[in-house]
């Protein structure tokens, strides 16, 4: 299944989204330095801005331009300056495909040389030691940076909380395996290097984030859709032992459960993708694969990439099971308990299938269904019958949101008491009063401008007052789990752990409430199906 047309998370966020500004990254030298503090990383010193109490730093390099012979290879590390480079402006996004909606979600200049994070700091000097949240961004594995505008940390660094956002390489050139790429990697494998680069990325706070005054002992993971997606995919890769010490998935589910969309995920199959993509653009036929390859330009690798006219498609392009960086499919790791043991914040939105659900007949969907869930087809029929046309999006929307979506989050919820670490549980359902939103309900990735507390970047209208007195409760509980690995603080409803038992989650709406056994017949019926 093509991640860019299931999971299109800026699709959705064009409701809210500004137009990002260009892009251009850490300059050589700093035009002021009265205004601005001077951090000396391990590569060198590096400037910012402050405003209003908080500290920013955009665009600083935390690995090499992955550029010539460094394309389809692990990160390596950034070459040191001396000078003090001023960082406030954002690095280039990573190549990825034309957006459709342009101006409303453009990330701004891309180019392979992308490998940049952002820093948003409250520390007044390097040794307050406060906890650390990274920012994983979502976009089907295919598009998205950290400079987009509703992930600018500086509301959320308010919170006493230094904030990090992270760019990853996307698409062909961020996933895509070859025999010949496994065949030259010391590791024997190929197609991981967009999770290579988030490793890496975390690898740079924990050498880097004191001079920031950010605490290395208290790293909080952070992402939606393909970002929370990418997040489950850390908590069992021997890559990133050691490196965060809490996470939270917002929207991110396992692709093999409730929604079995990408069962085949293994090295093989996705060196066979890589195979179709060479022959694609006729580098089978070269005397030398990879050279040529590494000579396409980015565009070139990502129409051969793409697809839009299937559903289905037999090009697609996300993590695969390796051995290395992936040792086993996520979710057998999870059921067996072989994930990290670190406290996990994880949930799902009301409405997550609006936005994904495809236009298709009565007979298709039974198809569908069949191809799907096979002995279990008319069980999966039964909680979301559809006989007419008109009721064939909406019982896709349901099964998206609980099946895909919620069941997964469940799932995974219950595995944490495997390793003997809490977990907790959300639903977040308040629809705001625009009437666009009004129509597609609370959507997939619609969280994260609460997140943030960027209401300021989608304009006034799209909100009022108990949006915001929402937005500032979820910060709270967001930045607290952060500091303490619970969610619970002064001034918000209290939020009980998840537990098999009672599977309490936290409603986050129109009120905060605390609720019990979401979508407890899909959940089940999913169990079932899977063996658990």
């Known amino acids: 299944m093509r991640f860019k047309r299931l ?16 892009v251009a990254g850490c300059g050589e030298k700093p035009s002021r330095t009265t205004t601005m503090q001077v951090p000396v990383l391990k590569s060198g010193p590096i400037s910012g801005q402050l405003q209003d109490g908080v500290w920013t730093y955009l665009g600083i390099p935390y690995a090499a331009p992955p550029v010539g012979e460094l394309r389809w290879r692990e990160p390596q590390p950034v070459t040191p300056w001396e000078d003090v480079r001023s960082c406030t402006s954002y690095g280039p996004a990573c190549p990825q495909p034309e957006s459709d909606f342009s101006g409303l979600m453009d990330v701004g200049q891309a180019s392979e040389d992308c490998l ?6 409250p520390a007044e000097s390097p040794d307050q030691e406060l906890p650390v949240m990274v920012w994983i961004h979502g976009g089907s594995f295919t598009t998205g940076a950290g400079s987009i505008p509703i992930y600018d940390g500086h509301n959320l660094a308010e919170k006493g909380a230094v904030i990090v956002t992270i760019n990853y390489r996307l698409g062909p050139l961020g996933f895509m395996a070859h025999p010949q790429l496994s065949e030259e990697s010391p590791h024997g494998v190929s197609g991981n ?54 996470a939270i998935v917002e929207s991110g589910p396992f692709l093999d459960l409730g929604l079995p969309l990408n069962t085949e995920n293994t090295l093989k199959q996705a060196e066979k993708t890589g195979e179709d993509i060479a022959k694609k653009l006729g580098c089978d036929q070269a005397g030398d694969t990879l050279t040529c390859l590494r000579e396409k330009t980015p565009e070139e690798l990502i129409q051969a990439s793409s697809s839009d006219t299937q559903l289905f498609s037999p090009i697609s392009l996300g993590p695969n099971v ?60 039964a909680l979301y019958p559809a006989g007419t046309q008109p009721e064939v999006k909406p019982a896709l929307d349901k099964l998206i949101t609980q099946m895909g979506f919620a069941a997964s989050a469940s799932f995974t919820a219950a595995s944490m008491a495997k390793v003997n670490s809490p977990a907790y549980m959300y639903q977040f359902t ?16 619609l969280e994260i401008v609460y997140v943030f507390g960027n209401s300021d970047k989608v304009g006034s209208e799209a909100m009022d007052p108990a949006d915001l007195d929402l937005s500032r409760a979820m910060m709270d509980y967001w930045t607290s789990f952060a500091t303490s690995g619970d969610p619970n603080g002064q001034g918000v409803p209290e939020w009980p752990a998840y537990l098999g038992e009672t599977s309490l989650y936290q409603e986050l709406g129109d009120s905060i409430t605390t609720k019990s056994g979401l979508y407890q017949q899909s959940y089940d019926l999913v169990m079932k199906k899977i063996g658990q």
Do not use: C
């Not at 009063?433 to 990735?445: I, N, S």
């Open 7 to 22: 999971f299109p998370l800026f699709a959705a966020l064009l409701i809210f989204a500004a137009a990002a500004i260009p």
């Open 193 to 246: 290097y967009g999770l290579e680069d988030q490793a890496s990325a975390l690898e740079w706070v924990q050498d880097n984030i004191e001079v920031f005054g950010g605490d290395p002992d208290r790293v909080t993971v952070f992402g939606e859709s393909a970002g929370g997606m990418s997040i489950l995919d850390l908590m069992v890769s021997p890559l990133a032992a050691g490196l965060f010490d809490r």
């Open 322 to 381: 390796d051995g290395y960086v992936l040792p086993d499919n996520p979710s057998s790791l999870f059921a067996a308990g072989k994930q990290y043991d670190v406290p996990l914040l994880i949930g799902t939105n009301a409405d997550e299938g609006t936005i994904f659900a495809p236009d298709i007949t009565p007979q298709q969907y039974r198809l569908l269904l069949n191809f799907l869930y096979g002995n279990y087809a008319d069980a999966v029929y």
């Open 116 to 121: 940049y994070l952002n820093v948003w700091t």
């Open 430 to 445: 308040r629809i705001p009063r625009d009437p666009r939103a009004q129509t597609l309900g609370a959507f997939h990735g």
